[in-house]
């Protein structure tokens, strides 16, 4: 490499962006030579880092498509296209190469290449037709059938390459070209696309079978195949080979073994599978002892007392009869050997949660009771702990702990607790890293402690739960477990820059921001306190989801590599990623936030003009990166939920209906304030997207046409009106439903003045007076609604609405409609001519009078709710003083303090709030008064 | 109990029990992808009976000559799920893949010097110190190199432990 290009690049792998094209000018203006074009393609780069984006695309398609040969430069533009997401245009790169220099191998290739990861299948079969015959190789026969089953994936019913595809894989089996297992995959999947099973497993049962030759891969295989073909005792057989020979630990094998000996439908069969698993069992040493063979005896018994094996339908052994003693027996058997171990409650909660819905509420406890006598009683033993904790998951699964009352429960929580710290003192955490092991003892604690607030909503118990999960954290500081439940309860309640805390701890990252994003999506869009961390979130989520660009890199290096068993699986995760339901709203959600905040930053140095002013918010929209505000059926079914719903650890029966309070509470209040919730119907999810969506396009129309397509603006708002409708049928929450009316309502009146001013009419001045109206009435109503919801809410006192839900819904419902209504006010206002001018009509004055009254009236409501959350805050949130926030559980529980960290925190989260609210004032008289130098919108 | 198969795409988006633990790394999408579409055989996934991740292995297979052979990159276990023998079914399952599918020399690992719990646990495993390299952790921290031979290196050359610790810049990684 030249000094010159090295230059460059140093400049650009230091971050001096500015140097880098200072210096790929100079070299620009000289006479041009071999590096003239990668000195274009590096300028072109910088470019991009210094947000031009639009010339940086124009320098580098100058040079792009004239044809190349140099690696460097073709691996540079492949960087540049892809950071652009314009990576398609690599096909025409190479298209330009090929063309320039047809003799190069290396060219031919990456066209191919550049077509696989771009999925263009037709190309991608004309280019490898073409290197087959231009540069015939064993690797590129592999491709050829890599290519036609690409095409079959996409199109599974064309029998022409269904057949093409056969005869290419017969062909490389004669050549001989079946080299390696990832070779063979290609083979098998055109078999098994084929329903040709048996074919299949006569393949794996020959010499190329041999090609799997890690035994335990082949065996799966022809345990599966045979299982397919109805061979149950031969895939018995494979099954129970592995287990023998190989891995006697391994439970899919164990389920394979069974599934089939229970197919044979012979109970002789299943007292043969009794002895095989009692030999397995009989060669293990007590030193290594294995939970395979034990819980494999369990299941048997499970399996008799839950499948048929004989015509009637009925299970193979009654409930009350012998077969479930030994279940029993069984459990506690394994209670006795693996009681220590955390992982007992996974083997087993299948089967604790069959008895839960079989056996009444004394069995269950009587159950409980054997095992009990199972936990060692010595405190000074390094066991306990561990079984204590096994003892209490156990139960609470088997459903005995949710009927419990406030003082049974209290005790239990002051015996865990006592045991907790006596332990912890007895046998410190030697290893930092590592849990305590009655960490899961405080989740109980927690859930039993949320069970009671599920009856009770006493806010001090969710202060009493804090307490104790916050001594807990401080002694076993890397349980994420305490985290995750901490940063639920102190978004319960108000507390948001805590919550935010234990979020900062878990330290997610890239891909987790899909997958875990939507744990603190709602607060952060809706929560003053958290817009720095919205703002945090929007922009790491979406420098994951530019990384995806490159996923189809791996495509490519997957044909390079020879493993064609993961170019169909990389292909379907992309789609995943890049139509990630979470990614539609971060991308969503980031506009309107934009689009709101964007007016309270720029308002308090407010030295500029209204036009001036709707320049600002055009260009901060437009600045931003351009998205598919798309909301057709076709990209919403597309969108795939990515979420990550099962990092909480729960141990709740199956039965349960009231645990897991808070989540449950979050599903009462869904609605606008919500963007994401576990248990919500999809089409729901959808409904709400494809409603934030159409408010987007009209907030976009509006602010970026000049003059507005009416006809266009109109269509938006049938749209609109066709969501609200929908989603105000679903969901009955009286604020959500008047906020989404009312801003249709605010909408429809820019429209129909704008109309008024184009053409008048008298219908159309009575329309624009009544919607006035209409607005003006809806707005007192969400205002009285949030008022009484904020009053009620005796912020952490005794109701169930703690004031985190009630500033949320200050946002949701006034804050960000008024906001955009503060725009719609400023865009009427800049239509009407000036008040000075002389060209105007009567009715020009009194809609500029009624909308300055709407104004003020907007602007005092702001005001009052302001008010009101002032003096809530001023008499309510002093916990200190309240009876109720003394520990009723544990002296020793710093209750008190966190008490107080709660209260000054939330008083944080609503001072800011009331920040807000205040300079609405300044927002909304702007929208009218600033009219001087205005030109007409 | 546990399943032990190869590692997918789609385990990306449900790893989180076992990467939300500190000491456990989430890369950048690449890195997975990288490994997933070079070394299929050395990644697997370990999951209990409900299906819920338990724990990963990601290797691969890399060095030239005498040097070719398996390296452990990652492998972690969710907090609950360990002390139960994981590690070891999964390291066993990187050593038959570096050795069937890879016919490679020897496996190899890098760990934190102080990181005694691991050094015991490898060692358990039939791993041995083969040399130390300095400041191999962000200049932090030194190394060590644990390596255990595979059958084909049947005078067990690879693991003769080195007298001098090496630099990262001289080691042959």
């Known amino acids: ?937 | 109990m546990t399943t032990i198969r190869r590692f997918v795409c789609d385990d990306l988006f449900k790893f989180n029990n076992i990467n939300l633990d500190y000491l456990t790394e989430t890369y950048y999408l690449p890195f997975y992808l990288q490994y997933l579409s070079k070394w299929p055989s050395l990644l697997s996934m370990a999951e209990d009976v409900n299906g819920k991740p338990m724990g990963y292995m990601i290797g691969k297979a890399e060095g030239e000559g005498i040097n070719w052979h398996g390296h452990v990159t990652a492998v972690s276990v969710a907090p609950e799920f360990r002390r139960i023998g994981l590690a070891d079914r999964l390291m066993h399952i990187l050593e038959e893949g570096s050795e069937k599918i890879y016919d490679g020399y020897f496996v190899d690992l890098f760990v934190r010097k102080s990181n005694t719990l691991a050094i015991n646990m490898y060692t358990k495993f039939g791993y041995s110190v083969y040399r130390t390299v300095i400041g191999y952790y962000s200049g932090d921290e030194d190394a060590l190199d644990m390596r255990k031979a595979l059958p084909r290196d049947v005078e067990k050359k690879s693991i003769i432990p080195l007298k001098h610790p090496v630099y990262p810049t001289d080691a042959d990684l």
């Open chain 1, 1 to 937: 490499m030249s000094n010159k290009l090295s230059g460059i690049y140093s400049a650009l792998d230091s971050g001096n962006n500015k140097q880098s094209l200072k210096l790929c000018n100079a070299l620009l203006t000289k006479k041009k030579d071999e590096n003239t074009n990668i000195v274009k393609v590096l300028k072109a780069i910088t470019l991009i880092k210094l947000g031009e984006n639009e010339e940086a695309i124009k320098c580098a398609d100058e040079v792009a498509f004239i044809g190349h040969y140099n690696e460097t430069l073709l691996s540079n533009l492949n960087y540049f296209y892809k950071s652009v997401q314009q990576g398609y245009k690599m096909t025409k790169v190479y298209e330009a190469s090929v063309k320039a220099y047809p003799k190069n191998e290396n060219l031919a290739e990456g066209l191919f290449l550049a077509y696989a990861k771009v999925r263009d299948y037709k190309q991608q079969q004309q280019v490898i037709l073409d290197l087959q015959k231009n540069f015939p190789s064993h690797q590129h026969s592999l491709w050829y059938l890599m290519t036609i089953l690409s095409m079959v994936h996409d199109n599974p019913s064309n029998q022409l390459f269904i057949g093409l595809s056969q005869k290419l894989a017969e062909k490389l089996v004669e050549e001989g070209k079946i080299k390696t297992s990832e070779h063979l995959y290609m083979y098998e999947t055109v078999l098994d696309i084929q329903g040709k099973t048996s074919e299949h497993l006569n393949l794996i049962k020959g010499k190329l079978g041999e090609l799997y030759n890690v035994a335990t891969e082949r065996l799966k295989i022809l345990g599966d195949l045979n299982q397919k073909l109805g061979n149950h005792q031969e895939a018995a057989n494979n099954y129970s080979e592995i287990l023998t020979k190989y891995e006697p630990d391994e439970w899919s094998c164990y389920m394979g073994y069974f599934d089939n000996i229970w197919s044979l439908n012979d109970i002789s069969k299943i007292d043969d599978a009794k002895q095989f698993i009692q030999n397995i069992q009989s060669q293990q040493t007590s030193k290594h002892l294995l939970r395979g063979p034990l819980l494999a005896e369990i299941e048997i018994y499970y399996r008799l007392l839950t499948t048929t094996t004989t015509a009637n339908g009925n299970p193979a052994a009654n409930i009350d009869g012998p077969v479930f003693n030994k279940f029993i027996e069984l459990i506690l058997n394994y209670f006795t050997k693996f009681g220590t171990k955390p992982v007992l409650y996974s083997d087993l909660k299948k089967y604790l949660q069959f008895i839960e819905t079989k056996k009444s509420i004394e069995q269950r406890k009587e159950i409980m009771d054997r095992i009990y006598k199972l936990v060692s009683l010595d405190k000074d033993e390094a066991n306990h702990i561990s079984q204590l904790s096994n003892y209490h998951k156990l139960s609470r699964v088997l459903g005995l702990q949710l009927e419990m009352s406030i003082e049974e429960s209290i005790k239990i929580i002051k015996e865990i607790l006592e045991e907790y710290q006596y332990n912890t003192k007895k046998f410190p955490l030697a290893i930092e890293s590592e849990r305590y092991p009655g960490d899961d003892l405080i989740l109980i604690c927690h859930f039993l402690l949320m069970d009671q607030y599920e009856k009770t909503k006493q806010v001090s118990l969710l202060l009493e739960s804090a307490a104790i999960l916050e001594f807990a954290h401080s002694i076993s500081t890397k349980n994420y477990q305490f985290n995750l439940y901490l940063l639920s309860l102190y978004f319960e309640l108000g507390a948001h820059q805590l919550a935010s805390n234990h979020f900062k701890i878990l330290n997610i990252k890239n891909i987790q921001y899909d997958t875990l994003g939507h744990l603190v999506a709602d607060q952060f869009i809706r929560e003053p306190t958290c817009f720095s961390n919205a703002i945090n979130a929007f922009e790491k989520s979406a420098k994951f989801y530019n990384e995806n660009e490159s996923t189809a890199d791996y495509v490519a290096a997957c044909y390079q590599n020879g493993c064609y068993s993961k170019i169909t699986e990389i292909q379907k995760f992309q789609v995943k990623v890049a139509n990630s339901f979470q990614k539609s709203v971060y991308e969503t959600e980031r506009q309107l936030f934009n689009f709101m905040l964007i007016r309270f930053k720029k308002l308090p140095n407010a030295n500029f003009t209204a036009s001036q002013f709707v320049e600002i918010c055009k260009s901060q929209i437009s600045s931003t990166d351009p998205i598919n505000f798309d909301c057709s059926n076709e990209v919403l079914n597309a969108l795939s939920f990515n979420h990550d719903n099962t990092i909480f650890d729960k141990f709740n029966p199956t039965t349960t209906s009231n645990s897991d309070s808070i989540k449950q509470v979050e599903n009462q209040i869904q609605g606008i304030t919500s963007l994401y919730f576990e248990n919500t119907e999809k089409s729901t999810l959808l409904l709400q997207l494809t409603y934030r969506r159409q408010i987007l396009n009209i907030l976009y129309l509006i602010s970026t046409q000049s003059p507005i397509d009416l006809n266009q603006f109109n269509q938006l708002l049938i749209s609109l009106e066709s969501t609200t409708t929908k989603l105000n049928s679903i969901n009955s929450h009286k604020i959500d439903n008047l906020t989404r009316i009312s801003t249709l309502n605010n909408f429809k009146l820019l429209n129909l003045i704008l109309n008024l001013l184009k053409e008048f009419n008298e219908e159309k001045l009575k329309q624009v007076k009544e919607l006035l109206e209409l607005i003006n009435n809806e707005i007192t109503e969400i205002v009285k609604v949030l008022s009484d919801n904020i009053r009620e809410s005796v912020v952490l006192g005794n109701s169930l609405n703690s004031l985190s839900r009630s500033s949320r819904m200050v946002v949701s419902s006034f804050i960000e409609p008024i906001t955009w209504f503060s725009f719609i006010a400023l865009l009427v206002n800049s239509a009407l001519p000036g008040k000075r001018a002389k060209k105007k009509e009567e009715y020009h004055t009194t809609i500029r009078t009624d909308l300055e009254t709407l104004v003020k009236k907007l602007s005092d409501d702001s005001l009052n709710l302001s008010n009101i959350i002032n003096e809530k805050s001023l008499s309510k949130l002093s916990l200190t003083e309240d009876d109720n926030n003394k520990s009723t559980i544990l002296e020793t529980l710093n209750t008190q303090s966190i008490a107080k960290n709660v209260s000054e925190n939330s008083i944080k989260s609503v001072t800011e709030l009331q920040e807000y609210l205040n300079s609405m004032k300044t927002l909304l008289t702007f929208s009218i008064n600033n009219t001087n130098n205005t030109t007409n919108a």
